[in-house]
């Protein structure tokens, strides 16, 4: 069964150091997500892929965040430098992208720690 | 945007009860969606249900578009349900990232 995959599973790490997660959507997914969880609460979309273009990135802390999609298939999000708010889970989601968005299938996340 | 609005937010049964959890929602939707976060994290999709009703096993969600809500029915509810479920919906175009619910976290004792 095909499926949204992500590594690393769990990365620790100091503040003020730069970490990069990894994201491949199944394939034939024209869409890419990236959201943020914070213990407790649901998913925030931090931003969306359409091919190798940039959809939304308004909830992207752009200072510190950068996410790219080079060639419209795999797609790596880094922060640098890391600060201790930013301990959280990572979740990568992908769609075919039909209009009206399409169902969106998530991957295991990316759970960050920063000490 | 939208915004979701999951109740209750804590729901403890017995094993074999049955359950209904609800989302509302602010505006009208192009997508909702249903899911289980598992113990380590990820989210599996239950239902892609952006109006009417479906079934699958024991879990059965309705969604009325026209009043803004859904609602998922767990039956005979077995200790492997427990989790958190969250609901999830964006109001189409463009940018279709989903607004994401608190989530409801069911606690099913044996």
């Known amino acids: 069964e095909a499926e949204v995959a992500q590594s690393p599973r769990y990365k620790i790490t100091e503040k003020s150091q730069a970490v990069a997660f990894w994201c491949d959507p199944i394939?034939?997914?024209?869409?890419l997500y990236w959201y943020r969880q914070i213990l407790g609460q649901g998913p925030e979309l931090l931003v969306q892929f359409q091919d190798e273009s940039v959809v939304d990135d308004s909830q992207l802390p752009k200072d510190r965040f950068s996410a790219e999609r080079l060639k419209g298939v795999d797609s790596t999000l880094k922060i640098q430098p890391a600060e201790l708010g930013d301990s959280a889970m990572y979740l990568c989601?992908?769609?075919?992208?039909?209009?009206?968005?399409?169902?969106?299938?998530f991957g295991p996340g990316t759970r960050l720690t920063v000490l | 945007g939208i915004q979701v609005e999951q109740s209750p937010p804590d729901l403890i049964l017995q094993e074999g009860a049955n359950s209904t959890l609800r989302c509302n929602f602010s505006?009208?939707?192009?997508?909702l969606q249903w899911f289980h976060q598992n113990p380590w994290g990820q989210l599996i999709n239950l239902f892609y249900i952006p109006s009417g009703t479906k079934q699958n096993g024991r879990l059965s969600a309705t969604t009325v578009a026209t009043e803004r809500y859904s609602l998922l029915y767990i039956s005979s509810s077995q200790t492997t349900d427990s989790g958190v479920y969250f609901c999830a919906g964006n109001s189409g175009g463009g940018a279709d990232g989903l607004t994401f619910g608190k989530g409801t976290h069911l606690i099913i004792q044996p």
């Open positions: 989601a992908s769609s075919l992208g039909l209009a009206g968005g399409g169902e969106q299938f």
């Open positions: 394939s034939g997914h024209a869409t």
């Open positions: 505006d009208s939707v192009n997508n």
